[in-house]
């Protein structure tokens, strides 16, 4: 290795990169308390990446959103290009005692990533990775910025417009379009579900992804292990099952096959209202995960091995549903972790209703908490808005021309009326005599039925901030 003295501290560093990593952390430092996401795991992140570099190319950035004009819309996607006046930084200017940066240059805040306020850490971490298997020539990532008004978090990427090998816009520097739809394309022949509409829809999601948690596959049902029920609703059963080969992540275009996760524990869910249902559960699932790419992950579709029943295949999450959490972990969690979670959820319903849906059967067994403080909003199967309006009208007119579809939502609705009364919590009365201390809120009970024999809905608007 060739070396020269640091101007700073005069001891030896590599010439190739001009980089003193010592010197440079304690600069990094002295400016930790002029910035922060509001996230502390991100700071930490970010912090820790700049304090390790070895070279300029290996560091993060908090940059204020402020620092970005020109913003343009990139086409099909929820990106933005924008113009980055100050640069990424290049070196530390021992005379100017600041930064040198490369000045000036359009960049792209990818914003799929909005929603994963406990997830950033984990993304960052996947995207410095790749960034740091490419020439430094190429560096893919610069850091992380946030937009104030809509509360978004965006990764700062190289502007890639067009994938060099094919020409088509590469969404992602982990995933280009345009090359991953031909390879799909080329597998189509080897696999079907054996239902077309279903084909049509994992083929659709396949080649329209932007980032590999936007694709979904047909699962053979040779692929899972350790198959066992874990649950069962009114509307399905659930499963758990040991997952071989793992989730698709990118191409490796060494070996010329697709890179894969760890192998990994998975639920699967089937629906018992038939295959038309079943596919809109699994396209409702899909809208979410087109929103935000922290909803619950979906992997594709699979059969159950007995009954041959179509089962979706998705993320185990660990603590279970609200009733679980709430006996097993809620004791013993902290404010923060239960902030979190609350964070989460609203997040989920955000990007539920971002989609055009609206859940409609929201109760303690459809909300699921998982590690690293994810919550989601699960079972989607009556996300229907249009259809829902209409019955709501007839229901309130006490319309009488009743079709099938609209007799099974009004016998869902009595089934999970059925199933709060008798599993009911204890509800204890508040009285200014009371010794103990008020911790919590009893919200009111809604009735699904009026004295006339029809149903009725309250709504209640509650305006739930980003700044929880």
């Known amino acids: 290795m060739t070396s020269i003295l640091c101007e700073e501290c005069e001891q030896d560093i590599d010439t190739t990169t001009g980089w003193c990593t010592p010197c440079n952390a304690k600069h990094f430092e002295n ?11 991100i700071d930490e992140f970010i912090r820790n990446s700049q304090i390790t570099a070895k070279r300029h190319e290996y560091v993060f950035e908090w940059v204020d959103y402020s620092k970005f004009t020109l913003l343009q819309k990139v086409e099909f996607s929820r990106n933005n290009k924008a113009y980055w006046e100050e640069g990424h930084l290049l070196r530390w200017d021992v005379r100017a005692n600041e930064w040198f940066r490369h000045v000036g240059q359009w960049v792209k805040l990818v914003t799929n990533y909005s929603a994963e306020k406990h997830l950033g850490p984990r993304v960052l971490k996947l995207e410095s990775e790749f960034s740091k298997s490419n020439p430094p020539s190429k560096r893919l990532i610069y850091g992380i910025t946030r937009n104030p008004v809509t509360k978004e978090y965006a990764v700062i990427e190289s502007l890639m417009d067009r994938c060099l090998s094919c020409g088509q816009e590469w969404m992602s520097p982990r995933w280009c379009r345009g090359c991953n739809t031909s390879l799909f394309k080329s597998e189509r022949s080897n696999w079907t579900s054996g239902n077309s509409e279903i084909d049509a829809f994992i083929y659709e999601t396949q080649t329209t992804a932007e980032f590999p ?15 066992k029920q874990i649950g069962k609703g009114g509307f399905g059963r659930v499963f758990k099952a040991y997952w071989e080969k793992g989730r698709i992540c990118k191409w490796d275009s060494i070996t ?3 890179e894969r996760s760890e192998p990994m524990w998975v639920a699967l869910k089937s629906v018992e209202k038939g295959d038309e249902s079943f596919i809109e559960e699994v396209k409702a699932m899909y809208q979410c995960l087109k929103i935000n790419l922290g909803s619950l992950d979906c992997y594709g579709i699979t059969r159950d091995p007995v009954t041959q029943d179509y089962l979706i295949v998705m993320r ?24 979190d ?19 409609r059967d929201l109760h303690g067994g459809n909300v699921l908490f998982g590690n690293n403080r994810r919550s989601f909003i699960a079972d989607l199967g009556l996300t229907f808005l249009e ?24 016998n869902q609705f009595k089934l999970a009326e059925l199933e709060r009364q008798k599993n009911p919590f204890p509800v204890v009365p508040f009285s200014e005599s009371n010794s103990r201390p008020l911790t919590s809120r009893l919200l009111p009970t809604i009735t699904l039925h009026t004295s006339a024999g029809g149903y009725q809905t309250i709504q209640y608007d509650l305006e739930i901030s ?3």
């Open 256 to 258: 010329n096959k697709w």
């Open 341 to 359: 979670r609350l964070w989460s959820l609203s997040i989920d319903l955000r990007s539920l209703h971002r989609s055009g849906l609206v859940h």
């Open 387 to 410: 259809k829902w309006s209409i019955i709501l009208s007839k229901e309130t007119s006490n319309y009488d021309d009743d079709d099938d579809d609209e007799v099974n939502i009004r």
């Open 31 to 41: 400016n930790f308390p002029n910035w922060t996401s509001d996230n502390a795991e």
């Open 466 to 468: 980003d700044d929880l």
């Open 316 to 339: 185990f999450v660990e603590y279970g549903d609200l009733r679980a959490y709430l006996s097993s972990t809620f004791a013993t969690s902290s404010w923060k972790d239960r902030l």
């Open 213 to 227: 948690e936007q694709v979904l596959e047909w699962l053979p049902e040779t692929q899972f292990t350790e198959f």
